[in-house]
């Protein structure tokens, strides 16, 4: 007997559900503090508690054990914060047996907020229990809380309760009730808001009919739905009706939009555009096309819009008619953009032509078109008029390439490029420019060769510099024009267009073509050889510069050659003995400022000396004091970084040169300044 009563027992404790004495004494104590907790208080026991709530989740003993210590917590709790805080404890890691205890205080004014918040978020039925059953005895805002908490928790259940309440004498429990069955949205709600008025009953009616689409009850969706847009709605309800309705596509709704069409507000002629462009009735068109013809051109322009958005080519004939005919610049403009959707390859004539007419809208639109245009004959059309037709049609169908990245009008184009006629040669110019690869690089390098015609020489060899770039590796771009100068297939003036392509590569391989070009019998090859050797895009050129400043005969060469020398010199610093060549053969006022903003790069002595003699040249005096200045600065920094004892002496002396020709008192200060600096540096340095 005994033992089956120790048997009983036992069984007893396994059972039973556990007590706040099984909950460790930290977190025990925590609650308790909790009771009188203030959000300006430090969060430790807040902070302990919930780490034990996490840690109790996932087991069912231990999380009804901390429900309950935090259920007789917040009956004796003090603060307001303390409520709320307990109450969010509780709305997570609460169960069912709190739910009495939250419902308890649903009535009270200082702790039915928190409560109702926390029976909100509980995912129970004996949560929407307890907010029902709280009804009859609520008033005020914590009614009003419990049935928007009702109608959040689509509580179906509660309908009825909420349907008495919108005879409620209270003014915002009505509307509350209201809003609460749109959201449940069941069909006895949607029964209820069909017999209400104002504006209230329409956002609930529009919430509801929203939730039952959802629910695959279209035509209940959309007999709520109607009403709202009567002519006694506003125009934010008929905006927001006729958005839903065609959400829905009952029957009737393309009569629906047509008649919104002419509605009195814009807001509700606008949506009704927008929607019939989306709409996928084909029916949609032909209720546009009819407003098309009979209206006024701002309208028309925003019809087109709307049917390039649909982009159904059965609107293509009235778009072309408007494009072609329209007497309102806007107009066209918006037909011919609207022939990138629904026209077709017929309308590519009208599109070319356009687009080749003087900058304006119609032009730019025109483009956008061509570019835009989806029709499988269009670019076989593109290609066939490359190269047969007028010269003005063929210039239009090469821009119709490029704008359309048709590469396979390549061949074409650089046939074109070889065409008597100077415009459709320099159309297959521009246009290769966008679509030549890099697999067509040698047959432009060839034709620059060939070309005779200087403003097409000029463009072609800009199109091969930029499709050059798309081969990427220097030697390869190299290759093609090293070939035709070992073959001798490049005479008089053809290299000038070879020689910018050659600067565009840059570095020694190419300087050392170029070269070439410099001791050619023809004048214009020569002249075009220093031009290109003052543009080089690197420090390689700086020698053959400097010599052909130094050895031409023709000044214009000396002079574009020395001002190349002092270009490249400013951003590569040469040694000092190399400007000073430089310098000797600098003879105009432009030509020495430019030789000292080039020896300002170079960090010597030597180079400061250089600097001081030109102080006596008032023409250039002050730019000689500033570079001066400026190399004493960087060998000042050199001194701080690495100690050079003979070098310290040396610009202290260059210094005090410097200062002795100097006639800046402004110049002399920041020279003396520097000059003590230095030699307190250097006085540290001895101690």
């Given amino acids: 007997m005994r033992q089956l009563s120790r048997c009983i027992l036992c069984l007893a404790l396994l059972t039973c559900p556990a007590r706040a004495a099984d909950i460790p004494a930290e977190v025990r104590n925590a609650a308790q503090e909790l009771k009188k907790y203030e959000v300006a208080q430090p969060r430790t026991p807040l902070a302990v508690v919930e780490k034990y709530a996490w840690q109790a989740s996932s087991d069912p003993e231990q999380r009804a054990a901390l429900a309950e210590l935090l259920a007789a917590t917040l009956k004796d709790a003090q603060t307001r914060d303390a409520r709320t805080t307990l109450c969010q404890l509780l709305a997570w890691a609460g169960t069912d047996a709190q739910v009495p205890v939250l419902a308890e205080m649903l009535s009270d004014p200082e702790r039915g907020e928190m409560a109702r918040y926390a029976l909100e978020v509980r995912n129970s039925p004996a949560a929407d229990q307890a907010l029902r059953t709280a009804l009859p005895r609520l008033s005020g805002t914590l009614l009003v809380e419990v049935i928007y908490s009702l109608g959040s928790r689509r509580d179906r259940e509660a309908v009825a309760a909420l349907i008495g309440l919108l005879k409620s004498d209270d003014a915002k429990a009505a509307p509350a009730a209201l809003w609460s069955l749109g959201m449940i949205a069941s069909k006895e709600a949607a029964a209820a808001l069909e017999k209400e008025q104002g504006p209230a009953a329409d956002h609930a009616r529009l ?8 629910d695959s009850d279209a035509a209940t969706a959309a007999d709520l739905c109607r009403p709202m847009f009567g002519a006694d709605r ?8 006729l958005t839903q309705l065609t959400a829905l596509a009952p029957e009737g709704l393309l009569e629906l939009l047509r008649t919104a069409l002419d509605d009195q507000e814009r807001a509700v002629r606008d949506t009704a555009l927008r929607l019939l ?9 032909g209720i546009l096309l009819e407003r098309l013809k009979k209206s006024d051109p701002p309208v028309q322009a925003r019809l ?3 049917l390039a958005e649909r982009r159904d080519k059965a609107a293509r004939t009235a778009v072309e008619e408007l494009a072609e005919h329209s007497t309102d610049e806007n107009v066209r403009a918006a037909a011919l953009r609207a022939l990138g959707s629904v026209g077709s390859a017929d309308s590519l004539k009208l599109l070319v032509e356009a687009a080749a007419k003087p900058k304006s809208p119609a032009s730019a639109a025109a483009q956008e078109a061509l570019a835009e245009l989806v029709d499988e004959n269009a670019d076989k059309l593109v290609l066939a008029g490359l190269g047969a037709g007028p010269a003005q049609m063929r210039v239009g169908m090469m821009r119709a390439a490029a704008l359309r990245g048709c590469v396979e009008a390549v061949p074409a184009l650089l046939a074109a490029v070889r065409d008597v006629d100077q415009t459709v040669a ?7 420019k966008q679509l030549g690869q890099s697999d067509n690089y040698p047959a432009l390098v060839k034709l620059l060769a060939e070309v005779q015609t200087p403003a097409v020489r000029d463009e072609l060899a800009s ?14 771009r190299l290759a093609p024009i090293a070939a035709l100068l070992q073959q001798g297939g490049v005479a008089g003036e053809s290299g000038s267009g070879l020689m910018r392509v050659l600067a565009a590569i840059g570095g020694a391989p190419a300087l050392a073509l170029v070269k070439t070009w410099l001791d050619s019998p023809d004048a214009p090859v020569r002249d075009a050889a220093v031009r290109t050797l003052a543009l080089w895009p690197d420090a390689s050129a700086m020698e053959v510069l400097l010599q052909t400043a130094e050895k031409s005969n023709e000044p214009v060469h000396r002079a574009l050659a020395l001002r190349g020398f002092f270009r490249l010199a400013v951003s590569t610093p040469p040694s000092v003995q190399f400007l000073a060549r430089a310098k000797d053969l600098a003879h105009t006022t432009a030509e020495k400022q430019q030789f000292l903003a080039a020896l300002a790069e170079v960090p010597a002595v030597t180079a400061l000396d250089a600097a001081v003699q030109l102080l006596p040249d008032h023409e250039v005096a002050r730019e000689a004091a500033l570079a001066a200045l400026k190399i ?13 004892a003979q070098r310290a002496k040396q610009l202290d002396a260059a210094l005090e040169k410097l200062l002795g020709a100097l006639n800046d008192s402004d110049m002399e200060k920041k020279v003396k300044a520097l000059q003590a600096a230095i030699r307190k540096v250097e006085e540290g340095r001895g101690k």
């Fill in 207 to 214: 919430t509801c009919a929203q939730r039952i689409a959802r």
């Fill in 234 to 241: 506003s125009a934010a309800m008929r905006v927001a009706a």
């Fill in 277 to 285: 462009a989306r709409t996928k009735d084909p029916s949609a068109t």
């Fill in 304 to 306: 087109l819009d709307v």
């Fill in 426 to 432: 320099l159309a297959a110019c521009q246009a290769l």
């Fill in 463 to 476: 199109v091969a510099t930029v499709v050059g770039r798309r081969v990427g590796d220097p030697k390869e």
């Fill in 632 to 644: 004493a600065e960087a060998l000042k920094a050199e001194l701080a970084r690495k100690h050079d």
